[in-house]
């Protein structure tokens, strides 16, 4: 089933690959954003994550958002990359993007700072323009599955928006 019939799709019963989710999100970020920001770097494994309509859709809008915030907010002279990885029970999507030079003291404050929100008392940030997203993603993936799980880390170097699927709510669907 190609991207775009998938995309008219509603119901639990079409599925799509991880793979293909990824690879439409690359797409339509380079088709948008491909005369402002340098392309994303990217990496697959085969993956066997087969996802449902409402679990395509939330992943490929928090990885859109992921790679435009990596984009907007990261070091301009290196590209953003999204890095799929397999760990027996689950599967590792990282938006990476450098930092310049961001002390860790800076990096643990920003990051506690964003995971303070993720709660209900924010749920207006999900209709709110401006900011980092970060929240717009963590409540769009823990609405869409329990089999999703959300997390951003920093260091002095780099700033990682993680995503991982949960082999045992996203295999064997098909």
Request: hydrophobic fraction near 35%; charge should be negative; charged fraction near 25%.
């Amino acid at each position: 089933m190609n991207w775009f019939k998938f995309v008219g799709a509603s119901d639990d019963t079409n599925h799509e690959k991880l793979n293909i989710v990824i690879e439409a999100t690359i797409s339509s970020f380079e088709s948008i954003y491909g005369h402002k920001y340098a392309p994303p770097t990217y990496s697959q494994n085969k993956s066997s994550v087969s996802l449902n309509y409402r679990e395509s859709k939330s992943l490929f809008i928090s990885l859109f958002t992921a790679l435009e915030n990596a984009c907007k907010y990261g070091d301009k002279s290196k590209p953003v990359k999204l890095l799929h990885s397999l760990h027996g029970e689950y599967e590792k999507l990282e938006i990476v993007n450098s930092t310049i030079n961001m002390d860790k003291e800076y990096a643990d404050e920003l990051i506690s700072r964003e995971k303070s929100k993720w709660n209900d008392d924010f749920l207006a940030l999900n209709r709110a323009e401006g900011g980092s997203g970060l929240f717009k993603i963590y409540s769009i993936l823990k609405s869409a599955s329990d089999g999703f799980i959300f997390d951003i880390n920093a260091d002095n170097c780099n700033f990682i928006c993680e995503i991982r699927l949960r082999n045992e709510y996203f295999s064997d669907r098909r």
